[in-house]
């Protein structure tokens, strides 16, 4: 069966630092995979999302990039961190057109 | 903007009892609808899904109706149970290899025992 991991699962860090957030995906190949991020009390808003290694599209401006350095790999980085990047980030997968996205438990981040 | 949105965005149902939780969608050509649940602290769950070329679709003690002539998709939970409160998320996708979502605001479900 397929699974997906995400880590930390919550990151306390201060502004201006770095960040990494790593997903991985077991169970499958040439998923898609996502990132979105969650504000409180809100839907999902689509960040990032990736078809093959490599392969980024954005679907918002903002300070944050992504990567794909592997087949199941999907990692989300910011250089300089701002306050207005607090929030609940997920990772998901799918096998593509009209199936399911599937989520990982996220990662609780917060900016002082 | 957002094609997706919910009628409630709170539900408050005794245990026992059925729950429908409703969403509009506004594109037309959407042609694949799913529901998720959310529980605190948690990533969404996939519920159930559905294609355009259906109307309704049933799961173990879930159902999701589909009215594209109104751009409807409910989600019915049979005989709820307090483990059911979470809140719950439709999601829409038109097309498109990436397989992209559109989700809606959400329902918190309030099971009361």
């Known amino acids: 069966s397929q699974t997906i991991h995400q880590w930390p699962a919550t990151l306390v860090q201060p502004v201006g630092s770095p960040l990494s957030l790593e997903c991985t995906v077991e169970g499958t190949s040439n998923p898609n995979l996502y990132w979105y991020r969650q504000a409180a009390g809100r839907g999902l808003q689509l960040l990032f999302y990736?078809?093959?290694?490599?392969?980024i599209s954005s679907e918002v401006p903002q300070n944050l990039s992504a990567s794909r350095p592997q087949d199941r790999q999907f990692i989300l980085s910011s250089k300089k961190l701002l306050l207005s990047d607090s929030g609940f980030y997920l990772c998901?997968?799918?096998?593509?057109?009209?199936?399911?996205?599937?989520f990982g438990d996220g990662t609780r981040l917060s900016i002082l | 903007g957002e094609s997706v949105g919910l009628h409630l965005p709170t539900l408050s149902v005794q245990e026992g009892d059925n729950s429908i939780i409703n969403c509009a969608y506004s594109?037309?050509?959407?042609?694949?609808f799913i529901w998720y649940k959310q529980e605190s602290g948690k990533g969404p769950q996939f519920i159930i899904d559905?294609?355009?070329?259906?109307d309704k679709r049933q799961g173990q003690r879930v159902t999701v109706l589909l009215n594209k002539t109104v751009k409807h998709l409910s989600l019915q939970i049979a005989a709820t149970q307090p483990g059911d409160s979470a809140v719950y998320f439709c999601?829409?996708?038109?097309?498109?290899?990436?397989?992209?979502?559109?989700f809606g605001k959400g329902t918190k479900l309030s099971v009361k025992p």
């Open positions: 998901a997968w799918s096998r593509g057109e009209s199936q399911p996205q599937h």
């Open positions: 999601a829409e996708n038109f097309g498109g290899s990436q397989g992209n979502l559109i």
């Open positions: 990736s078809v093959g290694i490599g392969q």
């Open positions: 559905i294609r355009s070329n259906m």
């Open positions: 594109n037309s050509a959407s042609d694949y």
